[in-house]
Structures are given as C-alpha cells and as structure tokens.
C-alpha cells in the first residue's frame, strides 16, 4: 500500500500543476477552441494540461505507461496513469466552472486492472477529491486538510436522487424509457452532468447517476473514489469498474435497482 500512497502524492503535485494551467487560460479571451474529428471541442489549455501532466510522469514514474484523452496512450507498463486534462471541456470554454482535471492510476489486481488511485481536482470550484485503494476516499484542499467521504444510506428509489448528464444519449441508444421511468420513480433528478454526479454519490448528496456513454479517461478517477466511499460503480452491464464504456454509480444499497431501469 506504501507505494499507491507515493502515487497519491503524486497525483496531487501533478494536479496543482495542471490547476495552475487550466486556471490561467479560464475566461481567456484570446483561448484558442479547435473541434477534434469526434466532433467535441479542445482547447489549449486540454493540451497543455496534459503536456504537463505527461512531462512530469516520464521524469517521476518513466516505466509506467500513460493514457491521455488527447494524444493517446505511450508506455507498456503494467501500470498505467489515466488522464483526462479538462473533463467538462464544454464547461470550460463557455466560462462554466464546473469542470475537472482527473488524474488515476491503474495497477494489476485479483479482478484485472483496475483504479488504485483517483484525484478529481475542480479549482474552479475551489474542490478536490481522492482516494487510494484500501485507504478510503476525501475532500479538502489538500492531503493534509481532508475530510472523509461516504455515500449515502438511501435505501429507495423513491427516496432517490438521481443525476445525470444529457437526455440525448439515452435516446441515441434507445435506452430513453428506462431513464424517463427511472426519473418518474425518484425522488429527485438533476442533470448535473461530467465527473460532479459521481463526487456527489461519493459524497452522499446524490444516491445514483448514470451516462450511457463515456470513455476510460472519464471514468478511472471517478470509480477509484466512489469504490473507496463505500459506493458501487460499474458499466450498465454490471461489470464493476470503469471498463464497459459506459457507467452507473450509487450508493451500493440501490445499485441493482439502478441497472434494472439503465441495463440492457
């Protein structure tokens, strides 16, 4: 465990760096917007964040591998960092400030590889969150101004809240029923969107949350912490972890429930 711990710390001196740089260019006037063959948009400072994050991986941890969601994955490392310089880059060049650097690593484990470490860092919002396996998951400013997270102990989906990005990839997979069921049963429903409903189940202020479509990059942190919180997070397969391309979140108590409505 010492040695995710090192990471840990690591992580964190790499997401003060990526902060510093995301941060200089938010609200920029003169930012520079390109559209990537996806169709979705990048900025400069997505590439410089990442830039950074990688420079610093080859100098501190150069026989693990890296996977970015800008220029792709080098190394072949059995443990691999995950990197997604501005999750909620829509956020970010429409001067929203909801939006992430996530930062995992992920290491061969009983149950393949998977998230050892995750931080979440939103400066914009003035929030971090982490964790490392076995070693439980928190929010505070630093490592050593911390809180402890746990989900919460909501037992029904009635009693539920449930938070979501967007109607439109349910609908893109025909899944739209499900989640219209889904958002007519609970409790309450918010499109909160990106890596803040899975800090929020972490938390305990959210129960569930769900997207239909996401890539590794966007998920690694997210499980890592909400696992470490007493949560569940899987694909909508059931599949824990952040393999399936897509993914479900809750609290643990309602999670079959969840992928009742969400499932194949």
Same mark, same amino acid.
């Given at each position: 465990?010492?040695?995710?711990?090192?990471?840990?710390?690591?992580?964190?001196?790499?997401?003060?760096?990526?902060?510093?740089?995301?941060?200089?260019?938010? &609200?920029?006037?003169?930012? +520079?917007?390109?559209? &990537?063959?996806?169709?979705?948009?990048?900025?400069?400072?997505?590439?410089? *964040?990442?830039?950074?994050?990688?420079?610093?991986?080859?100098?501190?941890?150069?026989?693990?591998?890296?996977?970015?969601?800008?220029?792709?994955?080098?190394?072949?490392?059995?443990?691999?960092?995950?990197?997604?310089?501005?999750?909620?880059? +829509?956020?970010?060049?429409?001067?929203?400030?909801?939006?992430?650097?996530?930062? *995992?690593?992920?290491?061969?484990?009983?149950?393949?590889?998977?998230?050892?470490?995750?931080?979440?860092?939103?400066?914009?919002?003035?929030?971090?969150?982490?964790?490392?396996?076995?070693?439980?998951?928190?929010?505070?400013?630093?490592?050593? &101004?911390?809180?402890?997270?746990?989900?919460?102990?909501?037992?029904?989906?009635?009693?539920?809240?449930? *938070?979501?990005?967007?109607?439109?990839?349910?609908?893109?997979?025909?899944?739209?029923?499900?989640?219209?069921?889904?958002?007519?049963?609970?409790?309450?429903?918010?499109?909160?969107?990106?890596?803040?409903?899975?800090?929020?189940?972490?938390?305990?202020?959210?129960?569930?949350?769900?997207?239909?479509?996401?890539?590794?990059?966007?998920?690694?942190?997210?499980?890592?912490?909400?696992?470490?919180?007493?949560?569940?997070?899987?694909?909508?397969?059931?599949?824990?972890?952040?393999?399936?391309?897509?993914?479900?979140?809750?609290?643990?108590?309602?999670?079959?429930?969840?992928? &009742?409505?969400?499932?194949?």
């Amino acid at each position: 465990m010492a040695g995710f711990h090192d990471d840990l710390r690591l992580a964190h001196v790499l997401a003060d760096a990526a902060d510093a740089t995301t941060m200089e260019r938010f &609200k920029a006037l003169d930012l +520079k917007v390109e559209t &990537k063959p996806d169709l979705t948009p990048v900025s400069e400072a997505d590439r410089s *964040a990442e830039e950074l994050i990688r420079s610093s991986l080859r100098r501190a941890r150069p026989r693990d591998a890296v996977m970015g969601e800008e220029y792709g994955t080098e190394g072949t490392g059995p443990r691999r960092w995950i990197i997604d310089p501005i999750d909620g880059t +829509k956020n970010y060049v429409r001067g929203v400030p909801v939006w992430a650097t996530l930062i *995992a690593l992920m290491a061969p484990g009983p149950e393949g590889n998977q998230p050892v470490v995750g931080v979440v860092s939103a400066p914009a919002l003035g929030r971090r969150w982490w964790a490392v396996v076995g070693g439980g998951a928190y929010t505070g400013r630093s490592l050593a &101004k911390a809180s402890p997270l746990r989900v919460s102990g909501v037992q029904r989906i009635e009693d539920a809240s449930f *938070a979501y990005s967007s109607l439109h990839g349910w609908d893109e997979r025909g899944r739209l029923d499900g989640f219209l069921h889904l958002t007519r049963d609970c409790w309450r429903s918010r499109g909160y969107g990106d890596f803040w409903p899975y800090m929020m189940v972490a938390e305990g202020t959210v129960d569930i949350c769900a997207e239909p479509e996401l890539s590794l990059w966007d998920m690694a942190a997210c499980a890592a912490i909400v696992a470490e919180a007493g949560g569940s997070f899987t694909g909508l397969d059931g599949e824990p972890g952040p393999h399936s391309g897509n993914a479900a979140a809750s609290n643990g108590l309602l999670h079959q429930e969840l992928l &009742k409505y969400l499932g194949p």
